[in-house]
């Protein structure tokens, strides 16, 4: 018999460069990320915070920690989804960004929603 998941939270995203906020002269490159976080699991969950690791090409990592996002904490009852646009600034055209949401259940169990890692990529850079 399949085990039912009580704390299941999928997050994925899709990221746009922007270039007119860009300074690729200087070494700033930004990025939009669009993140969506469903809750999979049969009990409702609140995104607490946030832990984010931005790494450009050249392995300069950024650490980024603070609670909620954009401002909010939302909770996601099971089936129930959440989305947010967000920025990134890196030094290098190409980069990638991976992390956690801290996530406490509506039965008190407190555990983290892994951020998958993304790509962070001015078109045409990678083929």
Same mark, same amino acid.
């Given at each position: ?18 270039? $007119?906020?860009? $300074? ?31 790494? $450009? ?5 950024? +650490? ?12 996601? &009852?099971?089936? +129930? ?16 960004? &991976? ?7 509506? $039965? ?15 078109? &045409?850079?990678?083929?």
């Amino acid at each position: 018999m399949a085990q039912e998941k009580h704390y299941d939270i999928a997050v994925s995203a899709a990221t746009q460069y922007l270039a $007119d906020q860009s $300074d690729e002269a200087t070494g700033r490159y930004v990025f939009a990320y669009t993140i969506t976080i469903r809750n999979s699991g049969s009990v409702a969950a609140q995104l607490i915070s946030r832990h984010w690791i931005i790494t $450009d090409a050249q392995g300069l990592v950024q +650490e980024v920690r603070g609670l909620g996002v954009v401002g909010s904490q939302p909770l996601l &009852r099971p089936g +129930e989804s959440f989305e947010y646009t967000s920025g990134a600034s890196i030094a290098t055209p190409v980069g990638t960004m &991976r992390g956690a949401y801290q996530m406490v259940a509506e $039965d008190g169990t407190r555990f983290e929603a892994a951020i998958p890692e993304f790509t962070l990529s001015v078109p &045409r850079v990678l083929h």
